[in-house]
């Protein structure tokens, strides 16, 4: 879509040779993608076609040289829940509004602000400390890797800040936390699986559940089952998640 954009938009002058198919991640001469692109083209109203061809037209000119990198991304691969999120704020800002374009990356660091303060909160300025040094030197949250993003972090800080919830017994708060991380990105999971075997230990030994863990996983059951119903709300509904699937299974089989 972006290259028939450009097509349409520049008469046939590209900024790259190359893009990446997303359907196989190979590296592809641009034609390949081209000869493709009418049933894309096909998918969009006239009108935003034409809001479209508006952003890419935006994202070429202000990325200029760099815009090729663009077109060898991996594409769009968060599950559905992100979009229930992501699509409105995005709505809300026009391509052209350098300071809306702005404010949603600043998003992002202000879940970091929020993120390291929990820590202070739950576990010490000490701990905080530690926090943010680790949080500077490791490679994926360089400016290079994240730079920019909209919305990258919203699974981090919850999955951080349900921890230092359960730190200060906020059980419910947690397993809501848990399930937004969850939901966004899957693996979280495994950070419930520790707390389930702990509470049906304690069940077979004391032969019930204490309450912080039920509502633990009351809150966690709830708030997944309100998640996932939000994506019904979705164009394309509960079919989003078959398409997140699909794009799962490609990028689990790359190198990348």
Known sequence: ?????????????????????????????????????????????????????????????????????????????PTPVWIVIGSPLSRLVPAGSETGILLLTLLDPLLLVGLFLAVAWAFGREAALL????????????????????????????????????????????????????????????????????AATIAVARGSVPRRYLRFFVSFSAASCLLFAATGLLPRSFGHWFEFRTNLSTHVRQIS
């Open 131 to 198: 926090s943010v040094i680790y949080f500077c030197v490791i490679f994926g949250a360089s400016f290079g890797w994240t730079g920019g993003a909209f919305l990258r972090y919203v699974w981090v800080a919850a999955a951080v800040i349900g921890f230092c919830c359960l730190r200060r017994r906020r059980h419910a708060a947690a397993g809501a936390l848990f399930a937004l991380a969850t939901l966004l990105r899957v693996f979280p999971v495994v950070f419930v699986v520790p707390l389930a075997f702990r």
């Open 1 to 77: 879509a972006m290259l028939r954009a450009e097509a349409e938009t520049y008469d046939n002058h590209f900024k790259a040779i190359e893009a990446r198919d997303l359907e196989s991640y190979d590296r592809v001469h641009i034609r390949t993608l081209l000869e493709k692109s009418d049933p894309v083209k096909a998918a969009f109203t006239p009108e935003r076609w034409r809001d479209f061809k508006l952003d890419v037209s935006y994202f070429r000119d202000a990325l200029d040289r760099q815009y090729g990198k663009v077109l060898l991304d991996h594409g769009f691969n």
